[in-house]
């Protein structure tokens, strides 16, 4: 049984397979890049290495609260971290739920357009899960 | 008269009786005596009676020459008869007469003088007591009419007088009332200085309690602050053991199997560390509103602490001002005292004054209901005036009559 970590960022909510999260980091000591692209929140030191942190939305996180984590990701030996405001609920996939809260559960925000994740993600049974593959694949073609 | 008639007559008898008796003894023939007796005593008989007829008609007709001239006034005469007989008597009171006659004429002459002058006097004293009748008239209507308005600007000022001495006597009951109620603001200024007195050293106790209460609310400000720390502490711990829970949940699912105990309980640590958070949440939560109310009490208790001061200061100048008040109360007290004492003299002063008045308004009221009799007794004194001068320019007349009857008479040689 795989267990699936919901989180936030703003008003959006994705799962994301536990498995696939290296470690969860507090928001801070993030130290900004210059001239880095607009989704790059900055570098951050983690055993003795710079941990790049990125922003998963197209424009900077608003009110980041002391709820805000760093999710480290390790993708074919490439550890990023992503910045969310918030982490919501580890829970055991698949989600057996019952029929009258099927539609209220996760789902991503009507505004998916303004979301780089829009295209980092992958439905499985309705519900949005962040795509690694996709993730690292658009990475290196802006990024790395 | 008769005297000289009887004795002429008994001369007669007697001289022809002797003759008789002497012509007898001569003649023989006693007729021829007696006829010579009485041719002789006829003789002398004539003779006597010539002689007194004579002496007789003399003095009758000095006496009628006198008369006459008298009668036609002429009062100088002087009857000098100075025989004994009756004619001599009649001349003697003819005489008698005359003299009072002249002394009467002269009397009445000079009576008539003094007459005709008083009367002239008289009338003129009548004509100028006329013109002094009429400015008299005149002074009495100008008198009437001033007793009259006189009368009523008495009237008026008594009535007046009579107001002013209600109000006098209003404004002493007030003064008595102000008098009274100035006594009972001494007394009660007296009882608001203590009160002062006392709520400024109830204020002092107040205060003090309110330094005690702003020093325990400044220590539990502290004290909130501290809790404020822990409280923040207990969240960073808590948000640690959080992603402690989750970095130990990601381990243990990585454990498979094996981490699946493990995994349960950092999932039942993170749930106690959400609960941890929230109720540190919670309790940030609840110290912040206290640190919020707390800081407006202190600042509420501090601007009451400063108006409590503000307010020890000005019941401080409040006892000052009181203590001059009373001071100037007590003053105003005395003042008022003799206001109201003064008032009442005055009062009672105004008082009989407006009964003065009112008396005053009487007499006048008489003085010119006398002044206009005294214009109709005027008016009678004009009527009887005009008489009296009509009957003194007839007793002028009546005068001048007298004095044209009695200048015929002659008294003197003038």
Known sequence: MNKTLFFEINNYILGIKLNEINEVLENKNIQPIPLA?????????RRGKFLTIINLLAHPLKDISPDARILVLEHKEIDIGILVSKIRQVISTPITLPANQNTGFPLIHNDEKKCLCHHLIRMEEGIPFLDLEKLFTYLKKVWF | ????????????????????????????????????????G????????????????????????????????????????????????????????????RQIVSRVKKGSQKV??????????????????????????????????????????????????????????????????????VQNSQEGKNTAIAAIGQIHSFFSQVEKSIQLIHELGNK???????????????????????????????????????????????????????????????????????????????EGALGINRGRETITTLIKNFDQL?????????????????????????????????????????????????????????KLLNQTETASQHLIATADELDEAVAKFKVTNE
């Not at chain 2, 008789?20 to 003649?27: A, G, I, K």
């Not at chain 2, 008609?57 to 100088?76: C, H, P, W, Y």
């Not at chain 2, 602050?225 to 808590?238: F, N, P, S, V, Y």
């Open chain 2, 224 to 302: 909130i602050i501290k809790m404020g720390r822990i409280t923040d502490l207990i969240t960073d711990i808590a948000r640690k053991i959080d992603i402690l829970s989750l970095n130990a949940t990601i381990e243990a699912s990585k454990a498979g199997e094996y981490g699946k105990g493990f995994g349960m309980v950092a999932e039942e640590i993170r749930y106690l560390t959400e609960e941890s958070k929230s109720a540190a949440k919670e309790i940030s939560s609840l110290i912040e509103e206290i640190q919020t109310e707390n800081g407006a009490v202190k600042a509420a208790i501090e």
């Open chain 1, 37 to 45: 692209p607009p989704f790059v929140v900055g570098v951050l030191p």
């Open chain 2, 116 to 185: 005709m002058k008083s009367s002239n006097e008289v009338h003129n004293s009548i004509k100028k007591l006329r013109e002094i009748t009429e400015q008299f008239a005149s002074e009495i209507e100008k008198v009437m009419e001033a007793a009259q308005k006189q009368f009523h600007l008495l009237a008026q000022d008594s009535f007046t007088l009579k107001n002013i001495s209600d109000s006098v006597l209003r404004i002493a009951e007030m003064a008595n009332l102000a008098s009274r109620s100035a006594s009972q603001a």
């Open chain 2, 42 to 101: 006829l003789l002398v008989g004539m003779i006597f009676g010539i002689y007194i007829s004579d002496s007789v008609t003399k003095n009758l007709f000095q006496l009628v020459e006198a008369t006459t001239i008298i009668s036609q006034g002429d009062l100088r005469q002087e009857i000098e008869i100075s025989s004994d007989d009756e004619i001599g008597k009649l001349a003697s009171s003819f005489q008698t007469m005359l003299i009072n006659l």
């Open chain 2, 1 to 40: 008269m008769k005297n000289k008639l009887l004795i002429s007559f008994i001369g007669v008898i007697l001289w022809i009786i002797a003759v008789n008796f002497l012509s007898s003894m001569v003649l023989d023939s006693v007729w021829k005596a007696q006829a010579l007796s009485i041719a002789i």
């Open chain 2, 326 to 382: 009373v001071a100037e109360i007590t003053k105003l007290g005395g003042s008022v005292q003799e206001i109201s004492s003064e008032t009442n003299r005055q009062a009672l002063d105004t008082k009989t004054i407006s009964q003065a008045f009112e008396e005053l308004t009487r007499f006048a009221e008489n003085n010119s209901l006398a002044m206009q009799k005294s214009n109709v007794v005027m008016t009678e004194q004009r």
